[in-house]
């Protein structure tokens, strides 16, 4: 009896420590953690907002966003800015890891957000509008200058509204000033360094900030993290949308639809270049894309099919080539190094391309145009004698080592040369060759 009870007492306090436990984790404050790299984008956009309204819907205390970006387009940008300032909860950009930058847009990103933070050994800035991508190459300079001027009217709203410096803001845009991590902290243009999230969250704790028109303290004690990943769509695009991924679809497209073209009935060629093609001109959509290199790489295609079908001598390849050549090259339209396509890509896609045309697909289009050799169609200029005497009446010949049933519209004397006209199964029709 004495075990039963003393069962039944353990079997309670367990249950009790498990109930306490639960709801000191639903009382726990929560945090999300959104974790991002690479070129601010479309997809970057789309799941930063998608992360914050979920915290949202979820009472979240804190959004974090570990940030390492060069830059990007100033639409993106914007975006996720909007939705920050318009945030029902705190947003704390965490510039990391140690090495990493927020660099151009990631400046004004972090400059936006409730708290700013960063990681060892990290930098922030080099903010002109350019490397943005919202002037490009070819703006001439008064369009320049008004971009600039906007770009550096707009970080200095975000810096007043946050309480941070304002005069370096302007420099980061202007100047292209960047600072490091404890210099960005001396400069008031962050709030702190942390070594992690941890150390984040910690100094974090107890901020007063500006959040839906109200001031309200951050609260971060004993939190629980969760970590919010892209979906596999959201990685998908982010792989697609890269530049050099994007003119590599662009190629391949192109390849597929020649080589259905070429050759009809393929069908996997046509399907597969359709859908390189689609996917190509979605990741251009987001991309600051000059058409003048689209249509360049559109004739550099066109010049080598009439290499293929007529002899210029190798004029029209190597006017293909350098068409190809300068289309790679003005397809991105943006002096941002990060948003360009590399040449490590350009110079084997160009190669492989003139290979392709000049060998591959010249070669299936030689040997459709190549005289049949079986067949009725390979009996047709065949020469041989006639067996006996050949007219409209009927006769017989000799032809590749075999007599055949002929017809003549004039009378062939027997042992004259005869060329093959025609050709209907075992019966041809012949007329009378030259010596």
């Known amino acids: 009896m004495k075990d039963k009870i003393q069962a039944i007492l353990t079997v309670a306090v367990a249950a009790t420590a498990l109930a306490a436990a639960a709801a000191a984790r639903a009382e726990a404050p929560l945090v999300r953690h959104l974790k991002i790299e690479g070129v601010v984008s479309p997809i970057m956009a789309e799941f930063l907002v998608e992360g914050i309204e979920e915290a949202e819907e979820d009472g ?13 387009l100033d639409p993106s940008m914007r975006k996720i800015i909007k939705k920050i300032l318009a945030s029902k909860v705190p947003v704390a950009v965490y510039v990391s890891p140690p090495g990493g930058r927020a660099a151009s847009a990631g400046t004004f990103i972090t400059l936006a957000a409730h708290v700013a933070a960063m990681a060892p050994n990290t930098s922030i800035g080099a903010a002109h509008p350019v490397t943005l991508g919202a002037g490009g190459e070819g703006a001439d300079e008064a369009m320049v200058e008004k971009i600039t001027n906007d770009a550096a009217s707009y970080i200095k709203s975000l810096a ?18 960047s600072l490091s991590a404890e210099d960005a902290v001396t400069e ?15 100094k974090a704790d107890g901020r007063k900030v ?5 001031t309200i303290p951050v609260r971060t004690k004993g939190a629980r993290v969760e970590e919010l990943t892209p979906d596999f769509r959201q990685r998908f695009l982010a792989v697609v949308t890269n530049p050099n ?23 996997l060629p046509g399907v597969a270049g359709g859908i390189c093609i689609i996917l190509a001109f979605y ?3 987001t991309l600051p894309v000059n058409y003048a290199g689209v249509a360049l790489i559109v004739f550099a295609i066109i010049l080598f099919l009439a290499e293929i079908k007529i002899t210029s001598h190798g004029l029209l390849a190597v006017g293909g080539t350098i068409s190809m050549l300068l289309g790679s090259i003005l397809l991105i339209s943006t002096p941002a190094t990060y948003l360009r396509i590399s040449w490590a890509v350009i110079i084997p896609a160009v190669v492989t391309t003139v290979l392709f045309f000049l060998f591959a697909v010249g070669m299936g289009l030689r040997a459709q145009r190549r005289k049949p050799t079986t067949g009725d169609k390979g009996m047709v200029g065949e020469r041989g004698r006639a067996v006996t005497a050949v007219g409209p009446a009927g006769g017989q010949v000799f032809v590749r080592g075999e007599y055949w049933k002929a017809s003549a519209a004039e009378d062939i004397p027997a042992g004259a040369l005869v060329e093959v006209t025609r050709a209907d199964g075992l019966i041809v029709e012949v007329r009378r060759a030259e010596e």
Request: hydrophobic residues 50%; aromatic residues 8%; glycine residues 10%.
């Open 283 to 285: 990741a251009l959509s």
């Open 60 to 72: 979240a205390s804190l959004v974090v966003v570990s940030l390492d970006t060069p830059g990007g």
């Open 188 to 202: 008031n243009v962050v709030d702190f360094v942390a070594e992690n999230l941890d150390e984040l969250l910690k």
């Open 245 to 267: 991924v994007a003119y590599l679809l662009l190629i391949i497209g192109f390849y597929g639809l020649i080589f259905e073209l070429s050759n009809p009935g393929s069908i």
């Open 160 to 177: 007043r509204r946050r309480g941070r410096n304002e005069k370096w803001a302007e420099l980061a845009v202007r100047k292209s000033a």
């Open 210 to 214: 500006k959040v839906a028109g109200r």
